[in-house]
């Protein structure tokens, strides 16, 4: 497949390095990274290993291919698509954290719209080399559901290189389940500067599975089935299955970045007000959460309006 790699951060460089093994693969980044990558090509570390030589690029209009995924933080998700318009692709997919995201592409585009949930672990650790510290699943089909031929043959690819993909038709709920964990793993790690395993017992279990439990009722306000019970067994699995790792949202913080809160907590509470017009629901432990990380953004002076 002819693939471009929209965002090469942590994640979309380890996709695209990989990748690269047998498909064509374009990199849209930042520099000094792309240039690294031009210059000595990109090496892949840890539990995937190999060094490819994808094209890397810093301008990411007028391009082309079958598909082009988009792994740009959620808050740059509309100047990423404005950029994919400018080209042609087949399908669009984000594989990106948050919720919304799908909405801003098809907007903008007029190419199929696909959703991916990823669980690999990856850490970019200086330009041109990034780490893979767990190669966990990809997950992609029609951001709206039902079957998808172009959603098929990405998970093909992916298989082709090692990675462990399936193309589902159910993916609305996969969506949810996956904001059901990021909102229980990534705001309680930022806040609390601490490892996901510390998610597995006291205080921070507590507001873990009280996060989850408040986005599986939100879910099911939006007629998706995602049960309290699945919601916190999934926080609590990927919090076992990355006990070492650093949340993305803790890196952001400790980077004194802006985090990805609003498309995550911050949507589990816009969500629930929409939902509050016709039933009693409220998000309590969701809406501190944002109210908190929000707090820092623009005590940080990295909180844009």
């Known amino acids: 497949m002819d693939i471009v790699v929209f965002g090469a951060g942590s994640l979309g460089s380890l996709l695209g390095g990989v990748l690269a093994r047998e498909h064509d693969v374009t990199l849209v980044g930042r520099d000094p990274h ?5 210059d000595a090509g990109l090496r892949v570390e840890g539990a995937f290993e190999a060094t490819t030589t994808p094209d890397a690029t810093t301008d990411g209009t007028d391009l082309s291919g079958d598909v082009a995924l988009v792994t740009v933080k959620a808050f740059d998700t509309a100047e990423a698509a404005s950029a994919l318009a400018t080209g042609d692709f087949d399908a669009v997919c984000s594989l990106q954290n948050g919720m919304g995201n799908e909405e801003t592409l098809a907007d903008a585009l007029d190419c199929e719209i696909l959703a991916g ?6 850490i970019r650790q200086a330009p ?9 699943e990809i997950v992609v089909g029609a951001a709206d559901g039902g079957d998808s031929p172009i959603a098929e043959s990405l998970a093909a690819a992916f298989d082709a290189v090692g990675f462990d993909c ?3 038709a159910d993916m ?3 969506l949810w389940a996956k904001l059901a964990v990021n909102a229980g793993i990534n705001a309680v790690t ?48 990927v919090a076992e299955g990355t006990a070492t790792n650093t949340s993305s949202m803790r890196q952001d913080v400790e980077a004194e970045r802006r985090t990805e809160v609003d498309a995550i907590n ?14 009693d629901l409220d998000v309590p432990v ?20």
């Open 34 to 38: 792309v240039s690294a990558v031009r």
């Open 266 to 279: 911050g949507y589990v509470v816009d969500a629930a007000c929409e939902a509050r017009r016709e039933l």
């Open 166 to 168: 399936e193309a589902v």
């Open 190 to 237: 930022a806040l609390a500067r601490v490892d996901n395993g510390a998610l597995l017992s006291g205080d921070a279990n507590d507001l873990a599975r009280a996060a989850a439990r408040e986005t599986a009722r939100v879910a099911r306000a939006r007629d998706v089935s995602l049960s309290n019970r699945e919601a916190v067994a999934r926080v609590e699995a």
């Open 172 to 174: 609305p709920r996969r």
């Open 117 to 122: 949930t990823a669980t690999c672990g990856a």
């Open 286 to 305: 969701n809406r501190t959460l944002t109210s908190l990380l929000r707090a820092w953004e623009d005590g940080a002076g990295v909180r844009e309006s």
């Open 128 to 136: 041109g080399v990034v780490e893979c510290t767990g190669r966990g």
